[in-house]
């Protein structure tokens, strides 16, 4: 069983259920979704399956919190979901949080945390063998032209040169 946890911002959960890649969450053994990510989400499959896939887990900001996370966003200029992921890693002792979101991504590297996208998810789904390497490579070119993520050719095209590198 994979130990490794991480807390989850939407763009990830948005980007892999556009292309039906929500499998590579599984490289991680739980992951934490703030309660304000979900409400930002308006597609209904996607909190479906936060709600039931038991590798996610809803947390709500606790009332402690929201003064810290109403904080952080002012000062970064993030959304309180973005900000709830930042406080929701704290919170549970996490390293790693997932998001596609350049501004959070930053802000989470300040504060000591790695930051993976969709793209790494999907890197590190063929990495584990989650997914085959023509998977991964079918993966990427959606993440391109069936997602909703903001990326461009050349980084797609980096990540494949990644594909190939991956020895099986």
Not at 20 to 28: D, I, K, L, P
Not at 83 to 93: D, H, M, T, W, Y
Not at 135 to 147: H, I, Y
């Given at each position: 069983m994979r130990s490794e946890r991480a807390a989850c911002d939407a763009g990830p959960l948005l980007h892999l259920q556009e292309?039906?890649?929500?499998?590579?969450?599984?490289?991680?053994?739980?992951i934490f979704v703030p309660g304000p990510v979900l409400e930002e989400i308006e597609n209904d499959t996607i909190v479906d399956c936060?709600?039931?896939?038991?590798?996610?887990?809803?947390?709500p900001v606790r009332e402690a919190d929201k003064v810290s996370v109403e904080y952080t966003a002012h000062r970064y200029t993030l959304s309180i979901a973005d900000?709830?992921?930042?406080?929701?890693?704290?919170?549970?002792?996490l390293d790693t949080i997932l998001t596609d979101d350049?501004?959070?991504?930053?802000?989470?590297?300040?504060?000591?945390?790695?930051?993976a996208g969709s793209i790494g998810l999907v890197l590190r789904a063929c990495r584990e063998k989650t997914l085959s390497k023509q998977?991964?490579?079918?993966?990427?070119?959606?993440?391109?032209?069936?997602?909703s993520l903001f990326v461009t050719p050349g980084l797609i095209n980096k990540a494949k040169d990644a594909v190939r590198?991956?020895?099986?």
């Open positions: 292309i039906g890649r929500t499998a590579c969450f599984s490289v991680f053994g739980r936060v709600r039931k896939r038991k590798l996610f887990e809803k947390v900000s709830s992921v930042i406080q929701c890693a704290r919170a549970k002792g350049l501004g959070l991504r930053d802000v989470a590297k300040s504060r000591g945390l790695r930051p998977e991964t490579l079918s993966a990427l070119d959606d993440l391109l032209v069936k997602s590198e991956i020895k099986r």
